[in-house]
């Protein structure tokens, strides 16, 4: 997965779920697929595949899953078995674990980064070029 965009990882496009921004939700949601979380989530999620937390995505508490990409707001402890991509607009508060990281310039980090390993991670950093590409499509 070197060089490769967490978006084109997707588990199977059949059993990803989504839950738009309108979707409160208080509890937990797990599976073994992918999730694109744009609501607002007080629960914890465990999600075997690719987590995506768009910009108007919220979870308050824990999150498990195999890769995220995250867009938009999280409290609480992110543990991903993969790759976590924090995007210019993401914002997190709270510890992460994970076997690699990528954070683009803006996002927001107030916690520790660490590998499955225990050992701190230093992360890259990344300028999101195609923000720029999206907004001259409209």
Do not use: W
Not at 39 to 65: C, N, R, W, Y
């Amino acid at each position: 997965m070197e060089n490769q965009r967490l978006e084109s990882s997707f588990v199977d496009p059949g059993s990803k779920t989504a839950l738009r921004p309108a979707t409160r939700i208080m509890g937990s949601i797990s599976g073994p697929g992918d999730l694109t979380l744009d609501g607002a989530l007080e629960g914890d999620i465990a999600i075997g595949g690719l987590l995506f937390l768009g910009e108007s995505g919220s979870v308050k508490g824990k999150i498990t899953a195999g890769n995220m990409i995250l867009a938009g707001h999280v409290q609480g402890r992110v543990t991903v078995t993969g790759m976590v991509e924090i995007r210019a607009s993401g914002h997190v508060v709270g510890n992460i674990v994970c076997q690699k990281i990528v954070i683009a310039e803006g996002a927001y980090l107030d916690g520790e980064v660490h590998t499955h390993k225990g050992k701190p991670l230093a992360p890259s950093y990344f300028t999101e070029k195609r923000k720029d590409l999206q907004a001259s499509d409209s």
